[in-house]
């Protein structure tokens, strides 16, 4: 094998160049085999770059909504949140069309849940927040909400 092959996200780490050559028997008839082994190593780089640090940025986008105005930045606030979760959607299938499909949760799932979890929760926050600031206060304040008065060691 050429020195400069590389295959994309993984490193080569040694292939065996032991080769077995075997006849399979079938119904069709009898064929030819070759095995060869090779031993591969993921890179982390890939997945750094192209899946946590993009759904680290776009979580902590959402917390942008925050620091904004309740009162006055209602479609600024929606629209982050909206197009956060969008995006952060966008890419998990991306992220998930590159993998193999198999039957169990992969941590990879379980990142991206979380990821979409904290999103979705900016954008009820922002609901709960919009709800207090425009209910109306009717009647005596509520007792959960009265500070207790200092009482002077005197």
Known sequence: ???????????????????????????????????????????????VLQTYIPTILIVVISWVSFWLDPKNAVPGRVSLGVTTLLTLTTLASGIRA???????????????????????????????????????MTGEPSLAFRLPLAVSPL
């Open 98 to 136: 590159q993998l193999p499909p198999v039957s169990y949760v992969k941590a990879i799932d379980v990142w991206i849940g979380m990821c979409m979890i904290m999103v979705f929760g900016a954008l009820l926050e922002f609901t709960f927040v919009n709800w207090l600031a425009n209910k109306k």
């Open 1 to 47: 094998m050429p020195d400069e092959l590389e295959i994309a996200q993984f490193d080569l780490l040694e292939d065996r160049r032991v080769t077995e050559s075997d006849t399979q028997v079938y119904v069709t008839g009898n064929f030819s085999s070759l095995k060869v082994s090779f031993d591969l190593r993921r890179q982390n780089g890939y997945h």
